[in-house]
């Protein structure tokens, strides 16, 4: 079974765009480079940087709650949230 994984990408304007997706990787990449498998809101706003992925989560009801919690944030609590994995992974470093 796959896990499943919300990632937060920035824009070129600052922005943040939530999603989840069971590889981060490959979904960044198609973020970035390929236009059909793209969000259209990332696409306009090239080029992207992954700037939080989340623990993983076993199903993808789970994911999409927190998806969906994150994405009723105002952009400053979602800097937050980016702020302390940062943080986090610093110290672990």
Known sequence: MKNWWVYIIQ???????????TDVERRLDEHQNNN???SKYCARLRPLRLVYKSS??????????????????????????????????????
């Open 11 to 21: 824009c070129r304007n600052k922005s943040l765009y939530t999603g989840i997706t």
């Open 36 to 38: 059909k498998k793209a």
């Open 56 to 93: 993983a989560y076993e199903n993808k009801s789970d994911a999409s709650k927190e998806e969906y919690r994150i994405k009723q944030l105002c952009h400053k609590d979602k800097l937050k949230i980016i702020k302390k994995i940062y943080e986090r992974t610093s110290r672990n470093s």
